[in-house]
């Protein structure tokens, strides 16, 4: 089963851009139109992913926890559940191509693949992505690969970002939190879930080192840095590929190799 929001609410029911302003958009689709008492003592609305199914407050059986305050007086929603949902109960219908990445807990995400990496012909690596794409055309009027889709436009660009801090090149002005931030959003173009859902006040299933491991997954960090490593190779340099002695990168320590280029 999936999550529970309660939104604390005086109005006669929560809008679409009530969920859209509280960041809720990618755990509920649709509102629902019955208030009750929540969790706080205050009035609101519970709301689950199928906007059909009323919830009801019941506090002997469900376990809620408060949302970052954000600056307010109480917390804008709450997060509830009567058990902790499964990985299963989080997924969502439609997923993009993606690597299993285990994180605390036994956790088993389908992290997507936002971008692949293969050794260039005339550069050390070159990129393509499993991600849908807009169709274009050329100047012959044939239709060609264009930009990714809007929907995941955002978290591949980051994507690149990330990489290109990783190997050692200009980092984006990427903050170790965002990159975080980065991580919890790669798992949640599959699933329904945050960084608060995934954090310690809820599943607690995402540390530092699972994070990075997702970051490496949705980056395709190793091809990069084997087609790097091939091509060094080619160039008779020493390689830069993971398993030639060289420490494996964190956030903070950046890896040797030069920074990617497109295709």
Known sequence: MPFLYFIPSDANQVTPADIDRLGLGYAIDHPTSKGCIGPDGRR???MGRN????????????TWI???????DSPPYWV??????TV??????????????????????NVPKLVMWQEGDNTPAVWNTPLPVCIDIDDDGNPIDGAVVPQYREMFDIGLRVLTRLAG????????????????????????????ELSSRVLSCLSTEDALRVIHAAIDWQGY??????????????????????AEPTPDSPATTDPPSAN
């Open 88 to 109: 299963e109960g989080l997924a969502r219908e439609d997923q993009v191509t993606s690597v299993t990445v285990e994180t605390t807990g036994g956790y088993k995400w």
């Open 225 to 246: 840095r084997d087609a790097v490593g091939n091509w060094d190779g080619r160039q008779g340099r020493p390689t830069t590929a993971t398993g030639s002695g060289s």
């Open 80 to 85: 509830g559940f009567e058990s902790k949902p």
């Open 44 to 46: 609101g609305f519970i």
């Open 169 to 196: 090149g200009n980092d984006g002005g990427l903050s170790s939190s965002q990159l975080i931030r980065f991580a919890a959003n790669c798992i949640g173009i599959n699933y329904r879930v945050s960084l608060l």
């Open 66 to 72: 408060p949302a970052p305050k954000l600056g307010q």
């Open 51 to 62: 906007p059909k199914t009323l919830h009801a407050m019941n506090a002997e059986t469900q």
